[in-house]
T-cell receptor, first 114, second 111 residues
């Protein structure tokens, strides 16, 4: 699986958008970009994933650059409960999106301040 | 569904003892993952199964660790003998294909 690079930490004000960057310059054509987050003491939680088109769900939006070498996770209105470690993962799609290894890096710690 | 259920939530054991961690995946999910998390090493994938068959165990640190999945609704991770450096939070996750669902973890302390 391709490696990802994320800054170690960032913060944002409550109610503002949080834009979390991720570089994945060696991503292959059959690899998806996934985002998970881990709130303190809990298991990681799936947020969103995409291949090349931008994606949006009830939690967040995922913007993938045209060359697919980087992406941004956007939390449109961050709350204190969004304080967590966010992991960007690239992962081979096997047989129409089925699983392969799901490997976590260090992630980015997002601190939402009041 | 109750989600992925792990037991026990906390385990304290003495060095040299056998430890067994348990996981009940979400019904219908055919992938199961075991992870270990420490401050130093982060979240490490130990092993994963597809349809009860181990697919990749390259993350298992040494022969003291073993994992089994005797049926679709149950998996165990065993450490024998346990050592203080095995102290960590162990997570189990299951997946139907795209997203993985994690349990609350088992915090293991080996003294």
């Amino acid at each position: 699986d391709a490696k990802t690079t994320q800054p170690p930490s960032m913060d944002c004000a409550e109610g503002r958008a949080a834009n979390l960057p991720c570089n994945h310059s060696t991503i292959s054509g059959n690899e998806y970009v996934y985002w998970y987050r881990q709130i303190h003491s809990q298991g990681p939680q799936y947020i969103i994933h995409g291949l090349k088109n931008n994606e949006t769900n009830e939690m967040a939006s995922l913007i993938i650059t045209e060359d697919r070498k980087s992406s941004t996770l956007i939390l449109p209105h961050a709350t204190l409960r969004d304080t967590a470690v966010y992991y960007c993962i690239v992962r081979v799609a096997v047989k129409g999106g089925a699983n392969s290894k799901l490997t976590f890096g260090k992630g980015i710690t997002l601190s939402v301040r009041p | 569904d109750a989600g992925v259920i792990q037991s026990p939530r906390h385990e304290v054991t003495e060095m040299g003892q056998e430890v067994t961690l348990r996981c009940k995946p979400i019904s219908g999910h055919d992938y199961l993952f075991w992870y270990r998390q420490t401050m130093m090493r982060g979240l490490e994938l130990l092993i994963y199964f597809n349809n009860n068959v181990p697919i990749d165990d390259s993350g298992m640190p040494e022969d003291r660790f073993s994992a089994k999945m005797p049926n679709a609704s149950f998996s165990t991770l065993k450490i024998q003998p346990s050592e203080p450096r095995d102290s960590a939070v162990y997570f189990c996750a299951s997946s139907p294909g795209v997203q993985a669902f994690f349990g609350q973890g088992t915090r293991l302390t080996v003294v």
